[in-house]
C-alpha cells in the first residue's frame, strides 16, 4: 500500500492508494468529492481530472460551494 497527503480545507490527511500513483479523478471519487465541485493543484500546478498522483506526493483540493 502506498500514501499520499491531501489537504482540503486547511487540514491534511493521508490516504492510502493500493497503487503506485492515482488518478486525480479516481481520488476525488475516493473521497466523495463531485469533480465538476473541487479544483486539484499540486504545488503551483493544477491538474486535469486525467493527471497521476504519485505516491508520497502532495496535492492541495478546493472545494467550491455556493453561499446562495
Known amino acids: 500500500m502506498h500514501e499520499i497527503v491531501v489537504e482540503i480545507d486547511g ?9 503506485y500513483s492515482i488518478r486525480v479523478d479516481s481520488l476525488l471519487e475516493k473521497l466523495s468529492i463531485y469533480p465538476e465541485t ?6 503551483k500546478d493544477l491538474l ?4 497521476r498522483i ?6 492541495k483540493i478546493v472545494v467550491a460551494t455556493s453561499k446562495g
Open 48 to 51: 486535469c481530472d486525467d493527471d
Open 38 to 43: 473541487a479544483v486539484v493543484m499540486k504545488g
Open 11 to 19: 487540514k491534511e490527511e493521508k490516504i492510502t492508494i493500493k497503487k
Open 54 to 59: 504519485k505516491a508520497g506526493e502532495k496535492v
